[in-house]
């Protein structure tokens, strides 16, 4: 018998963006392949507005693509100067105030920012080329199981742009800042050997093992308790941006709850 979330349907489907629910485990996909999965500021709403209906049973959250490429980056019309009909164009963009751009980025960073919540764990599901915006989407989640033929590469400099959908940060933390400059600068492809050597990827698999990889992931990370993997997951995001005796003492403060949670004497 199917699950009521299966009965239901999709949670979301629209611009290029479905958001399916079975209990634990949410699956966001990306299902425009015939324009490999180009990105735009409607799907980037939807991704946003995916995240803001997942339902508190959902633990993790699998990111997957429909088709050969999992993203080729920006849907290219966004660099025309007639743009995407209802969207403002780049020009708009770079004429408006200093205060309407950094909003403007700020609600597109929405659709990215999402999957690293304490709460939840987000693995992409990573074939074919994962190109600027899809290899920042690719970065924005917390783990990242790729097919053997994947194709990392972020092009924004060749735009003269920059990654700014929240892809900076992760990058440089997974690979260090010197290999993160060399891969925005220059543009070249990371495959599959070097994503998971460097950090980038957890693990490689050929195409068609792709979904039971991630699908025995997710499996293993429902292993634990719940509350256990917040905390852990709490813990190491803020691991970086903490003293050597700062990060101690938020271990004992997280350990603490979790002894009196399992004592029963939790809040």
Request: charged share 25%.
């Amino acid at each position: 018998m199917a699950s009521p979330a299966q009965d239901l349907g999709p949670v979301l489907d629209k611009d290029g963006v479905r958001l399916t629910v079975d209990d634990a485990i949410a699956t966001v996909t990306l299902t425009n392949p015939a324009k490999r999965n180009a990105q735009s500021a409607p799907l980037w709403r939807a991704l946003a507005e995916a995240g803001r209906l997942l339902p508190g049973s959902v633990r993790v959250v699998v990111l997957r693509a429909e088709g050969q490429s999992f993203s080729a980056g920006l849907d290219r019309r966004m660099l025309t100067p007639e743009g995407i009909e209802g969207e403002p164009t780049f020009l708009d963009l770079a004429r408006s105030s200093d205060s309407e751009l950094d909003a403007a980025i700020a609600e597109y960073q929405e659709a990215f920012t999402w999957w690293r919540r304490s709460d939840i764990v987000s693995i992409a599901a990573v074939q074919g080329h994962a190109i600027g915006a899809g290899f920042q989407l690719a970065l924005a989640c917390d783990l990242r199981v790729v097919a053997h033929d994947v194709q990392f590469a972020m092009r924004e400099t060749s735009l003269g742009l920059v990654p700014d959908l929240t892809g900076t940060h992760p990058l440089v933390s997974l690979v260090g800042y010197a290999r993160a400059l060399e891969i925005c600068a220059t543009g070249r492809y990371v495959q599959a050997e070097e994503a998971v050597s460097t950090g980038l990827a957890n693990l490689a698999v050929p195409a068609d093992q792709l979904s039971d990889a991630v699908r025995d992931l997710a499996s293993a990370l429902l292993a634990a308790p719940r509350d256990a993997v917040v905390e852990t997951k709490a813990l190491l995001r803020g691991a970086q941006g903490r003293s050597y005796d700062d990060q101690r003492a938020a271990e004992r403060a997280a350990q603490a709850r979790r002894l009196r949670d399992l004592a029963g004497l939790g809040e």
